[in-house]
Structures are given as C-alpha cells and as structure tokens.
C-alpha cells in the first residue's frame, strides 16, 4: 500500500491565481482530512470529509473547496489565491472516526507570492 | 475551546538520556490523545494513541501516559538516539468536537552523538 499520496510536493502561486491539492489514499478508508501548518505552528483542520460525497468545514476552512466523489480521492481547491494560504498542507486519512489513527500523507508546500 | 499546549518548545539532549515531553490540555473531556512524529520536510508519524479510558501506551523505548483530571500527558523516551532527533505533536480529540484533531504546536527534539 502506498498509503496517503499527495499531489505536488511544491507549487508557487500568484496573488488570485487558484489551483487544487490531489490527495490519495489507497487503504479503503472512509475519513479523510485536510490540515495546514503555518511554519513554529501544530496542523489546523480545514475541511473533514466522512465518506464518499460527505464533507464539512473544519476550524480554518475561508478560501478553500473541497469535494469526495469517491472514497479514495479528496482533493483540496484553492480559489484566488492569497498570500496567508502560504503553508504546508497535508492530507490525512483514517477508517472511521474519533477514535482511530489517522494516516498522514508527506504534505504540499504552497508559496503564494 | 480545546487548546493544547507543548512544553518545551524545543530540547537539545545527549545520546543514552532519557527525557520527558510534555503535553497539556484545557479541556478535560477527551475521546484520545495522539502522539506524532514529525521529520522535516515530512508527513506525521503516529507513534502512539491513547483512549480516554487508558492511562498509558508502550511502545519500545517509547511510552506516554495520560492524565485528564490534570489535563496532561507525557512522552518518554528512554535511551534516546540520534535517530529520535524529530519534531514531537501532542493531538487530541475533544467529545464533542467531531472529527476534530487539536494539535500542539510541537516540540522539537534534538538528540546530540
């Protein structure tokens, strides 16, 4: 299993542009999380999904989408982009909820310049 | 609201000592606590989870305990390496807080040769 993959490892934006994080996992679970971590700071939720087609916004969630189409997909969209998403995202994954461990994938470095 | 603080922020250690990290929490009603292993430019590891019914979790040289009366728990590292040299999260589910992981802001170890 490759476990949680994530898609780019590094991207630099402009001021308005947008883009979407690709993140994988390959392990049939059905909770699925998106955390970003400003530099000296612990992760912050944005968006939890529950299952396919489930999602719901987590602490830090203006300026991003999300969708979960399937249960191995839950990619992350930036619409105009601005400098404060400058982070590292990391996409995590777990098979159910509270009380599971969650799996994280190796992150994105998003530069928004 | 749950916050979750890490004490210290940073440690510098020789090799073969054993060493305590520390985790402290506001909030006392928990469903688990989470502790991660964080290697730079790296996704999380979890290294440990422990159930609020439990008061601690094993795991080689490692072990964490959990206290949530006092609103603590710490890690231990016995026979510390350089191999350890990483930054440790402390994270916690809070009842009633969804799937929401609550994570500290870290602290980093380095383990000297």
């Known amino acids: 299993n490759a476990g949680v993959t994530q898609t780019p490892k590094f991207r630099i934006l402009k001021i308005g542009q947008s883009m979407t994080l690709q993140c994988t996992q390959d392990?049939?679970?059905?909770?699925m999380y998106w955390y970003r971590q400003d530099p000296g700071m612990g992760l912050k939720l944005i968006y939890y999904?529950?299952?396919?087609?489930?999602?719901d916004k987590g602490e830090v969630p203006n300026g991003y989408n999300v969708s979960r189409s399937t249960t191995e997909d839950f990619p992350l969209r930036l619409e105009l982009a601005a400098p404060s998403q400058t982070s590292v995202y990391f996409c995590?994954?777990?098979?159910?909820?509270?009380?599971?461990?969650?799996?994280f994938g190796p992150g994105t470095r998003l530069l928004v310049l | 609201k749950q916050e979750v603080t890490q004490i210290p922020a940073a440690l510098s250690v020789p090799e073969g000592e054993n060493l305590v990290l520390n985790c402290s929490f506001t909030?006392?009603?928990?469903?688990?606590l989470q502790w991660f292993r964080q290697d730079p430019g790296k996704g999380l590891t979890s290294l440990l989870l422990?159930?609020?019914?439990?008061r601690e979790q094993t795991s080689g040289r490692l072990n964490a305990s959990l206290d949530k009366s006092s609103g603590r728990s710490t890690l231990y590292i016995a026979a510390s390496q350089p191999g350890d040299s990483a930054t440790y999260l402390c994270?916690?589910?809070?009842?009633?807080?969804?799937?929401?992981?609550?994570f500290g802001k870290g602290t980093k170890l380095t383990v000297n040769p």
């Open positions: 392990m049939n679970h059905n909770y």
């Open positions: 422990i159930q609020s019914s439990q």
């Open positions: 995590a994954s777990s098979e159910s909820g509270s009380g599971e461990t969650q799996y």
């Open positions: 994270a916690l589910v809070t009842q009633g807080g969804s799937e929401k992981l609550v």
């Open positions: 999904s529950v299952g396919a087609g489930i999602t």
């Open positions: 909030d006392s009603a928990i469903y688990n």
